[in-house]
């Protein structure tokens, strides 16, 4: 009591600084209310978080469509089925693909081979005689012809030993015609049996041994007009020179191997490539049936082509490191597009035959080999292992797998498994018939076999309209049937509403109340076996789609 009567008869601070001296417990006061203030409003929220999960779990275990009805004393089980899943939810689920049909088309039989552009006629730009390099008469890169004069070797050393020659010639050619002289005066007195033999046949000799030095000499002067030649360097083909090795005022060696540069031929121009050795005797009855087998350069892509040529030739030699066979293909070339020593891809086409077909973009590789996914009537997908064959850049031949006609995936495979809901892009929207959460019931406004899950006056039931379990005393019945107006997922508007129940048909009553089911509404109902009262069009609420201007009983529509 004492206690009591002190603290009611204590003085109140009338300032801060005070009552934080006088009364601490005073000033602690508020940063108590302030945390039980925090604790509260963080265990609202984390409640509201917890209800907030807890009703997207029941909402995903429960459908939109499928209304759980109120509770009823004692009524029996509704009419109904069990969930399933309706045209609406699939047309949802779809993945819309590209498609194709396979059909039966000609594809040429190629061979497809890495290859080598190679020249024709390849010539190093070399020197047969030795001497200072005076002029040079080209330009790097350019187009020349044969005969066409490139490169000046300083002459005059050539010319002095030509002169040299023939003054060497002009002697020894006097001395013979001097001893032919003798030999006949020679000839003429042994015939008078004048002179011995012996000088005679010595002057024949003599001649003989001078006409042999007119020879060589005769030999000297050719070489030395030749060298005097050689001091020009010309083409010798026609064709592309390349970049000079060497500059004017060297001094440049016959029998050089780098040369002064290096001139190609490009047109016509060559491809070597390689044949498997298993394709040789389809190669060689081919060129037997057209000894002009058609081949095409492509690039290294393989997606554009170069230049088109005919095929020459194989080897005759089978390579045994590698199992293949060298050939050569030649192609005109005329606007240069095939450069010397460059990699291009080679398709070599042998005949022409009839297949089946479908687009490269159907063919996926798994673990089992190819495969395509088959399109059924039904819009779902079937993945059937096929075997390919022959295949150009928009066509696979397929030797087993499929028929003609039959639809296959070309686009969206990557998202597809067997058994997929898919549509074409062809496709229109249609409206899907029934609740996406019920199974249709055996007739429109007929009840539906068996019990629903719920005790209570409500059940899930099917599409279409069915009858209430038990209804009493005025209570809406319990029962369902899915609503019978669906909404397409996408669409935003209501499609056709079941047909409604007779309403001359009531009811079946029963003790107790039930509650109301279905995916589609409550369906009004009276205890005592009368109809209920007809739905007018401005009663219905928003989101409901009317069957038809008046909603009759026992008919309901889903949003």
Same mark, same amino acid.
């Given at each position: 009591?004492?206690?009591?009567?002190?603290?009611?008869?204590?003085?109140?601070?009338?300032?801060?600084?005070?009552?934080?001296?006088?009364?601490?417990?005073?000033?602690?006061?508020?940063?108590?209310?302030?945390?039980?203030?925090?604790?509260?409003?963080?265990?609202?929220?984390?409640?509201?978080?917890?209800?907030?999960?807890?009703?997207?779990?029941?909402?995903?275990?429960?459908?939109?469509?499928?209304?759980?009805?109120?509770?009823?004393?004692?009524?029996?089980?509704?009419?109904?089925?069990?969930?399933?899943?309706?045209?609406?939810?699939?047309?949802?689920?779809?993945?819309?693909?590209?498609?194709?049909?396979?059909?039966?088309?000609?594809?040429?039989?190629?061979?497809?081979?890495?290859?080598?552009?190679?020249?024709?006629?390849?010539?190093?730009?070399?020197?047969?005689?030795?001497?200072?390099?005076?002029?040079?008469?080209?330009?790097?890169?350019?187009?020349?012809?044969?005969?066409?004069?490139?490169?000046?070797?300083?002459?005059?050393?050539?010319?002095?030993?030509?002169?040299?020659?023939?003054?060497?010639?002009?002697?020894?050619?006097?001395?013979?015609?001097?001893?032919?002289?003798?030999?006949?005066?020679?000839?003429?007195?042994?015939?008078?049996?004048?002179?011995?033999?012996?000088?005679?046949?010595?002057?024949?000799?003599?001649?003989?041994?001078?006409?042999?030095?007119?020879?060589?000499?005769?030999?000297?002067?050719?070489?030395?007009?030749?060298?005097?030649?050689?001091?020009?360097?010309?083409?010798?083909?026609?064709?592309?020179?390349?970049?000079?090795?060497?500059?004017?005022?060297?001094?440049?060696?016959?029998?050089?191997?780098?040369?002064?540069?290096?001139?190609?031929?490009?047109?016509?121009?060559?491809?070597?490539?390689?044949?498997?050795?298993?394709?040789?005797?389809?190669?060689?009855?081919?060129?037997?049936?057209?000894?002009?087998?058609?081949?095409?350069?492509?690039?290294?892509?393989?997606?554009?082509?170069?230049?088109?040529?005919?095929?020459?030739?194989?080897?005759?030699?089978?390579?045994?490191?590698?199992?293949?066979?060298?050939?050569?293909?030649?192609?005109?070339?005329?606007?240069?597009?095939?450069?010397?020593?460059?990699?291009?891809?080679?398709?070599?086409?042998?005949?022409?035959?009839?297949?089946?077909?479908?687009?490269?973009?159907?063919?996926?590789?798994?673990?089992?080999?190819?495969?395509?996914?088959?399109?059924?009537?039904?819009?779902?997908?079937?993945?059937?292992?096929?075997?390919?064959?022959?295949?150009?850049?928009?066509?696979?031949?397929?030797?087993?797998?499929?028929?003609?006609?039959?639809?296959?995936?070309?686009?969206?495979?990557?998202?597809?498994?067997?058994?997929?809901?898919?549509?074409?892009?062809?496709?229109?929207?249609?409206?899907?018939?029934?609740?996406?959460?019920?199974?249709?019931?055996?007739?429109?406004?007929?009840?539906?076999?068996?019990?629903?899950?719920?005790?209570?006056?409500?059940?899930?039931?099917?599409?279409?309209?069915?009858?209430?379990? =038990? /209804? @009493?005393?005025?209570?809406?019945? +319990?029962? %369902? &049937?899915? *609503? $019978? !107006?669906?909404?397409?997922?996408?669409?935003? #508007?209501?499609?056709?509403?079941?047909?409604?129940?007779?309403?001359?048909?009531? =009811? /079946? @009553?029963?003790?107790?109340?039930? +509650?109301? %089911? &279905?995916? *589609? $509404? !409550?369906?009004?109902?009276?205890?005592?076996? #009368?109809?209920?009262?007809?739905?007018?069009?401005?009663?219905?609420?928003?989101?409901? /789609?009317?069957?038809?201007?008046?909603?009759?009983?026992?008919?309901?529509?889903?949003?």
């Amino acid at each position: 009591m004492d206690h009591n009567s002190n603290n009611s008869t204590r003085p109140t601070p009338t300032s801060g600084a005070a009552d934080a001296g006088l009364n601490p417990g005073a000033a602690a006061a508020p940063k108590r209310r302030s945390r039980w203030l925090g604790s509260t409003i963080a265990i609202v929220l984390v409640a509201g978080l917890a209800g907030g999960a807890w009703y997207l779990v029941q909402s995903k275990k429960n459908p939109s469509g499928m209304a759980a009805g109120a509770p009823g004393m004692g009524g029996p089980p509704g009419a109904g089925g069990p969930p399933g899943m309706g045209p609406g939810a699939m047309r949802a689920m779809a993945v819309t693909v590209g498609s194709a049909a396979a059909k039966r088309q000609t594809l040429p039989v190629t061979l497809t081979a890495m290859g080598t552009v190679v020249p024709t006629t390849t010539v190093t730009l070399t020197t047969q005689v030795s001497g200072i390099l005076r002029d040079v008469l080209f330009t790097e890169g350019q187009m020349v012809k044969k005969g066409q004069k490139l490169a000046q070797i300083d002459p005059r050393p050539f010319e002095q030993a030509l002169q040299q020659a023939k003054g060497q010639l002009a002697r020894d050619q006097a001395q013979l015609d001097a001893a032919r002289v003798t030999l006949k005066r020679y000839q003429t007195l042994w015939d008078q049996d004048s002179i011995a033999r012996q000088d005679l046949d010595t002057q024949a000799a003599l001649a003989k041994q001078l006409e042999g030095t007119v020879l060589t000499d005769q030999a000297q002067v050719q070489t030395a007009q030749l060298n005097l030649g050689y001091a020009s360097i010309t083409s010798p083909i026609d064709g592309r020179i390349g970049l000079r090795t060497m500059d004017p005022g060297n001094y440049i060696s016959a029998g050089g191997t780098t040369g002064i540069a290096v001139i190609t031929k490009i047109a016509p121009i060559d491809v070597s490539f390689t044949v498997p050795q298993d394709h040789i005797p389809s190669v060689l009855g081919a060129q037997k049936a057209d000894a002009r087998l058609p081949v095409a350069a492509l690039d290294r892509a393989g997606n554009k082509t170069l230049a088109q040529g005919v095929f020459l030739t194989l080897d005759n030699l089978v390579d045994t490191a590698t199992g293949t066979v060298k050939a050569k293909a030649r192609f005109d070339n005329s606007d240069g597009s095939l450069f010397p020593n460059q990699f291009v891809n080679t398709r070599l086409t042998l005949k022409d035959e009839s297949a089946l077909v479908v687009p490269v973009t159907a063919i996926r590789t798994g673990g089992n080999g190819d495969f395509v996914y088959v399109i059924n009537a039904d819009r779902t997908v079937t993945q059937r292992t096929v075997i390919r064959g022959m295949s150009t850049v928009e066509w696979v031949a397929i030797n087993t797998g499929l028929k003609e006609g039959e639809l296959v995936v070309t686009e969206g495979a990557d998202r597809l498994k067997d058994g997929a809901v898919v549509a074409l892009q062809g496709d229109t929207p249609t409206q899907a018939h029934g609740a996406s959460s019920g199974r249709r019931g055996p007739r429109e406004g007929g009840p539906r076999e068996g019990g629903g899950r719920r005790g209570n006056g409500e059940g899930r039931g099917a599409n279409g309209a069915a009858p209430g379990g =038990a /209804a @009493g005393n005025g209570a809406p019945a +319990g029962g %369902g &049937g899915g *609503g $019978g !107006a669906a909404v397409e997922p996408n669409a935003g #508007q209501p499609s056709a509403a079941a047909p409604a129940v007779n309403p001359d048909q009531p =009811a /079946a @009553g029963a003790s107790g109340s039930g +509650g109301s %089911g &279905g995916s *589609g $509404g !409550a369906t009004p109902a009276t205890g005592s076996g #009368q109809t209920a009262p007809a739905i007018k069009p401005e009663e219905v609420p928003k989101g409901m /789609a009317p069957a038809a201007s008046t909603v009759q009983p026992a008919q309901r529509a889903n949003p």
